[in-house]
Each structure stands twice: as structure tokens, then as C-alpha cells.
């Protein structure tokens, strides 16, 4: 019997953190510790409120707690947000009722901070958006990266396309300076990247298959899966060609996180490009045998993706 996994979610609650989410806070093999929220998808006031109104669609047998974080990057000027991606509220213009759960006073690097102090060594980090939150945290204490069990990072890529540029990830492009401490700092990090979740999709069929077989107790979150991802899959079709369907970037991070043999992984010497406009944001792997640029992470090549949207989906059946 695996341990039940204590985790930290870090999310720019936009339509695929809400479905990362709604499967963590179902899964029996996961505790959620709390949640920290950043900008990214949107801004982090609306990707904390969409964070409370998740916790609360799901209806957790147990308090988790929202604590808000950064609200731009490092060093760099605010990009904007990506409502073309996930809608003006950043759940696909889906409707959900105001929570009545309120965020921390705490901010979202001082909670990681005390949670790993507080866990011994059984705190994972499940980072969903910019690892800004994760540097801030660093900075504060020197000392984390020996206190944290193991981070999942969705982001990055190596053999994969960017989809911000054509070499960069959207949650590394986003704050590379923030990626780049975070990668080289010692921290136990697995990159669950572009290579890996644009293999693993969710498709109409799917909604289709939830909708007939969902129990009762998990229509509401049904309900709210099938309004939103439309949304998704209609930029995914502009962007992508793909046909009512789109990729599980955040689920599949939570996915492995909670059962790592979900992907192959390899370990890479990676660092993140800071200086070029062209590349900024690239996860720079060097693959020579003799590598001595960036630091060794595990990173995912390949998945099991037919498992993984099959775990995904029985939650909420």
C-alpha cells in the first residue's frame, strides 16, 4: 500500500488546474495540504477566488487552505493573461457559486515555507503555473530544498515545441528567472513537461462518458467539467488542429505525482534560458555525455497516456 502523498498545489487556477484539483481533493492517495495560488492564467486575485469556489465544487472532507501569492514575476514586466486560452474567468466563462471559504492572511511563500517545516521531510510540491511562489520561498529560507520531499513541475520541454514561443513553455516563459533559481537550487524535481502532456488528452468522447456514468454525488463537478473545457477545446482547435480535445497539463502533473510510474523519466542537465528574447524561457537540456550546463532534474519523456486520462476520469464516475 503506497503512503498517502501530503501535497502543496501551486496553481494559476485557469480550466486544467481546476481539473488538477477537483482529481487531487478526490484522490484517497493524496492530501492536500493547501493550496497557493500565482498569477499566470490569470491574475491572482480571480485564480485565488476560482481556487475557493474548486474547493468548494469538490466538497473536500477536509479544510484546505488558499494562501495567495505573487502577482508578477521576479524581475520581469507583467505579460498579461491568457483569456484566449481559458476564458475571461479563467475556468472557460464557466459559473460557479462564491465560496464561502476565505484565503489566508498568509502569503503563498510563507506557507510553503512553514508547511516543510512542519512535515518533516513529507511535503511534495505540486507546482501548476509560474514557479515564482517556489523562489520566493527559496529566498526566504536557504535551507528548503532539504526539507521538501520531491517537486512536480508542469513545464518545460525538451523535445517537445514550445507553446508560447516555438522553444518555450507558457509556465516557463512566464517567469524564467523564477524557473531557473528554482531548477538549479537542489530541490527534487521531476519536469512533467510538453513532451509528456500534449500525449495525454481529454476529448469530447469523455465528457460524454462522464455524463452517462457519474454517480450523483459527482454531478455538480461533472457538470462543471463539461462547461468549461468546451472553452479549451476550441483554442486547442485554432492552435492545434486538434478535434474537441485538448491536453491534460495539470492533471497528468497531479497524476504522477500521486503514482510516478505513470511516465518514463530521464534524468537531464537543465537550465533555463534568461538572456534571449528569441529563447527565453527554453528548458535547455544538455544531452552530451559529459554534461556540465544546468543541474540534473528528472525530466518526463514519455506516458502512459491511456492510463492516465483513464485514473483522471474514474474519479468522477
Request: aromatic share 6%; with cysteine; charged share 20%.
Amino acid at each position: 500500500m503506497n503512503p498517502i502523498q501530503k501535497i502543496i498545489i501551486d496553481a494559476d487556477t485557469g480550466i486544467d488546474d481546476a481539473l488538477a484539483i477537483l482529481y487531487a481533493l478526490k484522490s484517497p492517495r493524496l492530501r492536500v495540504e493547501g493550496i497557493t495560488t500565482v498569477f499566470g492564467n490569470i491574475d491572482v486575485a480571480q485564480a485565488t477566488d476560482n481556487t475557493l469556489r474548486i474547493i468548494q465544487l469538490a466538497g473536500a472532507p477536509y479544510e484546505v487552505p488558499v494562501a495567495p501569492g505573487a502577482d508578477k514575476p521576479l524581475k520581469r514586466k507583467l505579460e498579461g493573461f491568457s483569456t484566449n486560452v481559458h476564458g475571461a474567468n479563467g475556468i472557460g466563462d464557466a459559473v460557479l457559486p462564491p465560496a464561502t471559504q476565505q484565503p489566508l492572511a498568509e502569503k503563498a511563500d510563507d506557507f510553503i515555507v512553514r508547511k516543510a517545516g512542519e512535515l518533516g521531510g513529507e511535503l511534495v510540491l505540486v507546482t501548476l503555473g509560474r514557479l515564482t511562489n517556489v523562489a520566493h520561498a527559496l529566498a526566504k529560507d536557504p535551507a528548503l530544498a532539504g526539507k521538501i520531499k520531491h517537486v512536480y513541475v508542469m513545464g518545460g520541454t525538451v523535445h517537445a515545441p514550445g507553446n508560447v514561443t516555438p522553444v518555450a513553455e507558457a509556465n516557463i516563459w512566464g517567469d524564467p528567472e523564477a524557473a531557473d533559481l528554482v531548477f538549479a537550487s537542489g530541490l527534487p524535481i521531476t519536469m512533467v513537461g510538453l513532451d509528456v502532456t500534449m500525449k495525454t488528452n481529454i476529448n469530447r468522447q469523455h465528457l460524454d462518458f462522464l455524463q452517462r456514468t457519474c454517480r450523483e454525488e459527482n454531478r455538480a463537478i461533472v457538470d462543471f467539467i463539461c462547461a468549461s473545457l468546451p472553452f479549451y477545446f476550441e483554442f486547442y482547435r485554432g492552435s492545434n488542429y486538434f478535434i474537441d480535445s485538448a491536453p491534460m497539463h495539470d492533471p497528468l502533473t497531479v497524476l504522477v505525482a500521486e503514482e510516478p510510474g505513470i511516465v518514463v523519466n530521464q534524468t537531464m542537465h537543465v537550465k533555463v534560458e534568461c538572456e534571449s528574447a528569441l529563447c527565453a524561457g527554453m528548458t535547455v537540456a544538455d544531452l552530451r555525455r559529459n554534461p556540465i550546463v544546468g543541474a540534473p532534474i528528472q525530466v518526463s519523456v514519455d506516458v502512459d497516456a491511456e492510463r492516465a486520462v483513464g485514473k483522471m476520469l474514474a474519479a468522477f464516475i
